[in-house]
């Protein structure tokens, strides 16, 4: 039970962040730089190094989470290449789309191609809550004060995943409706995987292999899609400030937890 409560705190802090992301307005290219932020903290301060200690295999020399973050880099990058999705940003070119022919039927334009991406991405981070919601159990069953850091860390960053879910879904041509429910999902996984940890656990191998391509993963929405995307508009300081004041409280955040 305790770790159900504790779960029901990260699903209401995501809550919050989408909510905050839905209400930003003309000033998006802020709410972007931060969002890039809070996903290079999480990726470096995060996922990276859990993936690391949690899985310690190597191959040809190199520790297995590694190569798992470089996959999940490049997967999507070659995804994005596939489908021909060109993000030519205001300012810098004129702005036009490619189509990607399916067929005699008909065809799927970049632009659904774009949306379907955005889709799962945020799948992505719903997968990541959930087993933010396992951790959470898992380390109640463990005892001691690992429980009190572990939900610290997800309470804490899980406000960054509510807002980042919303933020890549409307990035990637979403519709308003589609962006909330991906919310209500990524609010809702924390419960689920804490209630898991009832009926079974997840090997630290497979957990670590998972934090490493995750890591990749969003490490190529930050600095692919969304920050230049931040800085096509409106250019700032005040973004770039944003940015680093993201990874910074990531920082502190994961710090104080550990």
């Not at 230049?228 to 955040?253: D, M, Q």
Request: glycine share 14%.
């Amino acid at each position: 039970m305790t770790a159900l409560v504790v779960a029901a705190g990260a699903t209401v802090t995501t809550l919050l962040g989408g909510w905050a992301a839905q209400r930003v307005g003309d000033r998006r290219h802020l709410v972007l730089g931060l969002a890039a932020g809070l996903m290079l903290g999480i990726v470096c301060f995060d996922l990276l190094p859990e993936a690391l200690e949690t899985d310690r295999g190597k191959f040809f020399g190199v520790p297995m989470g590694l190569l798992m973050f470089a996959a999940g880099f490049l997967v999507l990058h070659v995804v994005e290449r596939s489908v021909a999705i060109h993000r030519a940003h205001e300012g810098e070119y004129r702005p036009h789309t490619h189509a990607m022919t399916t067929g005699p039927a008909g065809g799927q334009s970049a632009s659904e191609a774009s949306q379907g991406l955005g889709l799962i991405a945020a799948g992505a981070l719903v997968g990541h809550s959930f087993l933010d919601g396992f951790a959470i159990g898992a380390a109640s069953q463990a005892g001691g004060t690992t429980g009190t850091v572990i939900a610290v860390a997800v309470i804490s960053h899980d406000f960054a995943d509510g807002f980042n879910t919303y933020t890549i879904t409307r990035l990637y041509g979403n519709n308003r409706r589609r962006g909330i429910m991906l919310v209500g999902a990524d609010a809702i996984a924390p419960l689920a995987g804490a209630a898991v940890t009832l009926a079974f656990t997840i090997s630290d191998r497979i957990l670590g292999l998972y934090l490493g391509f995750f890591a990749g993963f969003l490490l190529y929405l930050a600095t692919s899609d969304i920050l230049p995307e931040a800085h096509t508009s409106h250019p700032s300081r005040v973004t770039l400030a944003l940015t680093v004041l993201g990874a910074a409280f990531i920082l502190v955040v994961i710090g104080l937890a550990r």
